[in-house]
């Protein structure tokens, strides 16, 4: 024993009357084994959760390795293809800003003429 | 039905009984955990062979170690069953209507004062107050089964008595 303060007595009897109170509601060694045994005999809940964690970190590491993967082989749709058409491909369709000296010119237009290309209608 | 890997130890065990019961029970103290299921993991552990002793200090301290750091454990997953991420993992909640029988007990009412001063203390000054008051070990006893050097659980020590006092000394019957 160390505490040899003289004023630790008080301390000491408050302690020694909780000590006399619970080893008499104490249960007995037998019977705690026995309930040990029994818990020893029942599935481990800690068991179950090793099994949820484990496969919650798996499905976490499978979608970090597939989700990359899947992102590599779907190329990008090109911005071009998403864009509409402002020009026309073919010659037929016209263009849209016709040049008065290499467009084709067809009358009536409201296209100046450049004034040696000027005729008489 | 598991192997007793250790029937001697488990025997040599038995005249620590009733003190083991007072530790858990402090171990337990200001938790939701039932010393009864420390008690009993901590039982199941020697029975196991997952708790042998080292060979240092005494049966004593280091029985004490392994209920205390039992107690730790049903701590730590009983708040982890009450977190978020227990209840999406669909916890029942924990140890009701388990080994009650050890945490149902008659007080009187200066005990009653007196552990409810101790739960007022920090961790470490009320566990080496019982340690040494409950347990009659000496403090270098303590230190070895809180895991401290013996200056912090002098430190402890005395910093935890000059508190209780003052606190039951603020309790209503005085």
């Known amino acids: ?121 | 039905m598991g192997k007793w890997m250790n029937p001697d130890l488990t025997r040599s065990l038995e005249p620590l009984h009733h003190d083991a019961c007072g530790w858990a029970r402090h171990c337990c103290i200001g938790s939701h955990v039932d010393p009864g299921d420390v008690l009993q993991t901590a039982y199941l552990k020697v029975m196991q062979g997952k708790a042998r002793p080292s060979g240092n200090g005494s049966l004593k301290t280091w029985w004490f170690g392994v209920i205390r750091l039992t107690a730790k454990e049903e701590q730590r997953r009983r708040r982890f069953r009450e977190s978020l991420a227990g209840k999406l993992l669909r916890f029942a909640p924990a140890g009701e209507g388990g080994a009650r029988a050890l945490s149902r007990i008659e007080l009187d009412e200066s005990s009653r004062e007196l552990k409810a001063a101790l739960t007022q203390l920090p961790t470490r000054q009320s566990e080496v107050l019982h340690l040494v008051f409950y347990q009659d070990l000496s403090i270098s006893e303590a230190a070895v089964i809180m895991g401290v050097s013996l200056g912090s659980a002098r430190t402890h020590y005395e910093r935890g008595k000059a508190r209780l006092r003052e606190l039951l000394s603020h309790s209503p019957d005085r």
């Open chain 1, 1 to 121: 024993m160390n505490h040899e303060d003289p004023t630790d007595a008080d301390l000491k009897a408050r302690f020694t009357d909780l000590r006399k109170a619970e080893t008499s509601g104490a249960p007995s060694f037998a019977r705690t084994l026995a309930a040990s045994r029994i818990r020893e005999a029942r599935p481990r809940e800690t068991s179950s959760l090793r099994w949820k964690i484990g496969a919650l970190s798996a499905a976490a590491t499978l979608a970090l390795l597939v989700v990359p993967r899947m992102a590599e082989k779907t190329p990008p749709t090109s911005l071009a293809k998403a864009l509409p058409v402002l020009l026309p491909r073919s010659a037929d369709s016209g263009r849209l800003f016709p040049s008065p000296l290499f467009g084709e010119s067809r009358l009536p237009s409201d296209s100046v003429l450049p004034f040696h290309l000027a005729f008489p209608l």
